[in-house]
C-alpha cells in the first residue's frame, strides 16, 4: 500500500513560531520512522527556512508563512513559502556566507538545508515572495518495513 | 533557553540551555555581552552540552562573541557540543577561529 500522508498550516513570521514550525513538521515527520539524525537534519532545514521568511521576507513587517508538508513513500517534502520581498539574486543568496542582515547571521542558512536534506529548490520573484522546497529521503528500517 | 553565566580570573564561563535559534539567541547574545562587559575576561568558555537544538543562528552566536574576544587578543572554547550541534558547527569552518571540542 502507498504511504502517503499530508498536512499544511499558516504561521504569522513572529520569531516564536520558529520553534513551533519545526517541532510540528519533524513530528509530521516521525511518521517515517526516520533515525535520530534524520530528525534533527529536518529540525534544523525547517528552522533556518522559516527563520528566513522572518528575517528576510517580512523584515520589518509581520506576514504569513506556508508550510504545507508531505510523504510520499518514503521521502519528506516540506514547502515553506512567503508572500514577502523576494531574493533578487537566487544564486548568491544561497552562498554560503552571504548575507544582507547586519544582524548577527551567518549567511549559513541555504548551506544548513542544502547540505540536511536531500534536494532543495528555491523560487522566488521580487516584490511577490518565495517557495523553498525541500526533500529528504527517509531510509526504511526494519521496523518500519514490517508495519506495512 | 536559559544561560548560566560564572566568572572566575580571566575565564568566563557560559552554559548555554535549551534550543539556540533566531528567537532565542538575541536573549543569550545580550546576557553573554554584559558579563563580557563587566568582566573582560581573556578566554570564554561556550559550554554547549545542555543544548538540545542549533540552527546557524548559534554559529552567529559564537562568531559574534569572538570578534569580541579576539579584539581584546582573547580566545574563545566551545566544548560539549553534541553530534547534530557539531555538525552545524563544523559545517561553517567554525574550528578555524574557535576550539571547538565534542561531546565526550
Known amino acids: 500500500m502507498e504511504n502517503k500522508n499530508s498536512f499544511s498550516m499558516t504561521v504569522l513570521s513572529k520569531s ?5 514550525v519545526r517541532s510540528v513538521v519533524s513530528a509530521f515527520a516521525l511518521g517515517l520512522d526516520p533515525t535520530v539524525e ?6 534544523t532545514a525547517v528552522s533556518e527556512a522559516v527563520t528566513n521568511c522572518i528575517v528576510h521576507a517580512y523584515k520589518d513587517t509581520i506576514g504569513k508563512i506556508y508550510i504545507s508538508c508531505e510523504i510520499k513513500d518514503n521521502v519528506l517534502s516540506v514547502k515553506i513559502r512567503d508572500r514577502g520581498v523576494g531574493i533578487e539574486n537566487i ?4 552562498e554560503p556566507l552571504f548575507t544582507t542582515s547586519d544582524d548577527e547571521r551567518a549567511g549559513l542558512g541555504f548551506a544548513v538545508m542544502e547540505s540536511f536534506m536531500d534536494s ?3 523560487r522566488s520573484a521580487v516584490g511577490k515572495g518565495t517557495t523553498v522546497l525541500l526533500k529528504k529521503h527517509i531510509s526504511v528500517r526494519y521496523a518500519n518495513k514490517k508495519q506495512r | 533557553m ?17 534550543e539556540i535559534d533566531h528567537h532565542s539567541a538575541f536573549y543569550i547574545r545580550k546576557e553573554i555581552d554584559s558579563a563580557i562587559e563587566l568582566n573582560m575576561p581573556s578566554l570564554l568558555i561556550l559550554d554547549f552540552e545542555r543544548v ?15 570578534k569580541t574576544i579576539a579584539k581584546r587578543c582573547g580566545e ?4 560539549g557540543a553534541k553530534p547534530q550541534i557539531y555538525k552545524v558547527m563544523k559545517l561553517s569552518g567554525l574550528e578555524r577561529l574557535v576550539r571547538l571540542e565534542k561531546c565526550s
Open chain 2, 2 to 18: 536559559a544561560v548560566e553565566i560564572s566568572a572566575r580570573g580571566e575565564v568566563l564561563t557560559a552554559v548555554l540551555i535549551g
Open chain 1, 91 to 94: 544564486e548568491q543568496a544561497m
Open chain 2, 76 to 79: 574563545v572554547h566551545v566544548v
Open chain 2, 52 to 66: 538540545t537544538f542549533m540552527d546557524s543562528s548559534g554559529i552567529g552566536l559564537v562568531m559574534g562573541r569572538y
Open chain 1, 38 to 43: 534524520e530528525i534533527s537534519d529536518i529540525k
Open chain 1, 16 to 20: 516564536v513560531n520558529e520553534s513551533f
Open chain 1, 120 to 122: 532543495i529548490k528555491v
